[in-house]
């Protein structure tokens, strides 16, 4: 498959690069700063574009199968964090002018206020509300996308975040906020990046989640 990535020279963005070139994908990393993503190959394009301008990214879409994005921004506590909707308003303007209509987009675990009621006491008293701001913005992306009816979407909610490359666990998926374990309380895990990045690889052969968001981890 053509695969334009968003987020390319994150942690997260290099293994999906990586992964999907070592499985035959040819991919269009779309960045700020070229010199950031370390990943060299033949069928590896690195084009710079502004990711809030439609526009600029509609050129580089042009042919492609799949657009994925592991962008991620900055939580705020002075002001609203904005850039996951109006990054993703972007993009489906412009796949809409390049005629792509298959995007995969990586999120969070408790991006509805509510969902992180049965989350261990650390995370919803501590982290939980230091990160809220991302959280929202993330909530209101995924709003965004769930009323995009042309648009074959899928948003991977991911927990906390390991930089470790990818493993061969299996993975543990759930429709909805977090993976939940028999109580209905949230799995007592973190992912790996790369595992992360295989398990949205993983999903290019798969409509199993089309238009929905799944929460995934691993065993």
């Known amino acids: 498959m053509k695969i334009a990535v968003l987020g390319a020279t994150g942690q997260t963005g290099q293994y999906l690069v990586s992964q999907a070139l070592q499985q035959g994908h040819t991919v269009t990393a779309i960045v700020r700063n070229p010199g950031k993503l370390t990943v060299q190959h033949e069928n590896l394009k690195v084009v710079e574009a502004d ?7 509609k050129t580089h879409y042009i042919g492609h199968d799949v657009i ?7 939580t705020s506590f002075f002001s609203p964090v904005t850039g996951y909707t109006l990054s993703m308003k972007a993009t489906i303007s412009a796949m809409r002018e390049a005629r792509v209509n298959r995007i995969i987009t990586m999120t969070a675990w408790y991006t509805e206020p509510n969902s992180g009621q049965q989350s261990p006491f650390l995370i919803r008293w501590l982290l939980l509300p230091m990160i809220r701001s991302v959280l929202n913005n993330m909530l209101e992306m995924e709003q ?17 975040l390991r930089n470790q490359p990818a493993s061969a666990q299996e993975f543990l998926t759930h429709e909805g906020y977090y993976v939940p374990n028999s109580i209905d309380h949230p799995v007592n895990t973190a992912v790996g990046r790369g595992d992360v990045a295989r398990f949205m690889i993983s999903l290019l052969s798969s409509n199993a989640w089309v238009k929905k968001g799944v929460a995934m981890t691993t065993k």
Do not use: H, K, Y
Not at 68 to 74: A, D, H, K, R, V
Not at 145 to 159: A, K, S, Y
């Open 51 to 57: 990711i809030f301008s439609a526009d600029s990214l």
């Open 144 to 160: 965004f996308l769930q009323e995009t009816e042309d648009i074959n979407w899928t948003v991977v909610r991911p927990p906390g």
């Open 68 to 74: 994925m994005s592991c962008l991620g921004f900055p």
